[in-house]
């Protein structure tokens, strides 16, 4: 198993919809947990931290599921510039502490 | 509020040439890495650096050296480029291992 899977899609979602995607992860011990965002031939940034009683950032939801070793990403009332692809990342299992999925690319249609 | 900086954006270069990546950041943070991406890859670890005086491999370390000048700096050097190293390059600095990073913009490199 992978340490870190995403499903590398494309989600195909139109304008106003409300998508989630999910990340799982092989390592029990991992303690930190983070969703990026990269837009298309830029470098990713820092969406949100998922901390253990989940967290709210706008339209933006992110949870945690220990027991069964995800993460969620929600993403409420879609705009178009919410399309990019969306990188899960995880501490533990890589040599610099972090791991990181080889993400979801999103496309938000009009 | 620079956050982490790469020079240069853009890099072609012949088979058998030599360069070196800069990347400064103004966070005051301990940690530093160099990653590559490539299509279908995903991010993958060249080198980083815990903290200033160490640095240690990543994942995919041949071929590229690195330099932690100071706590700000991090360079990585391609002695002898190769096609197989055409890639887009991105700097990230930490606080510390495991924390959150904040990358650079990237270096889009073509070896010919």
């Known amino acids: 198993r992978k340490e870190v899977e995403q499903d590398p899609g494309p989600f195909n979602v139109p304008e106003g919809a409300t998508v989630a995607f999910n990340c799982t992860y092989s390592?029990?011990?991992?303690?930190?947990f983070f969703w990026y965002r990269q837009d298309c031939r830029k470098e990713p940034k820092l969406l949100m931290s998922v901390y253990s009683s989940g967290n709210e950032d706008g339209r933006f939801t992110a949870q945690l599921n220990r027991a069964s070793q995800y993460i969620s990403l929600l993403i409420r009332d879609s705009k178009l510039s919410d399309s990019a692809t969306y990188l899960c990342v995880v501490t533990g299992g890589g040599a610099d502490g972090l791991t990181f999925g080889k993400g979801t690319h999103l496309i938000i249609q009009p | 509020n620079a956050g982490v900086t790469q020079t240069p954006k853009f890099q072609v270069l012949k088979t058998g040439q030599s360069m070196t990546l800069q990347c400064a950041q103004d966070m005051n943070h301990n940690s530093m890495y160099w990653y590559r991406q490539d299509p279908g890859m995903g991010l993958r670890l060249i080198y980083y650096?815990?903290?200033?005086?160490?640095?240690d491999k990543g994942e995919v370390p041949n071929g590229y050296n690195v330099s932690r000048l100071n706590k700000r700096e991090f360079s990585l050097r391609l002695e002898s480029a190769a096609p197989s190293q055409t890639s887009v390059y991105f700097c990230a600095s930490s606080r510390d291992r495991g924390y959150g990073y904040t990358f650079g913009s990237g270096t889009r490199l073509t070896v010919v």
């Open positions: 390592n029990s011990a991992s303690q930190s």
């Open positions: 650096s815990a903290s200033e005086g160490t640095t």
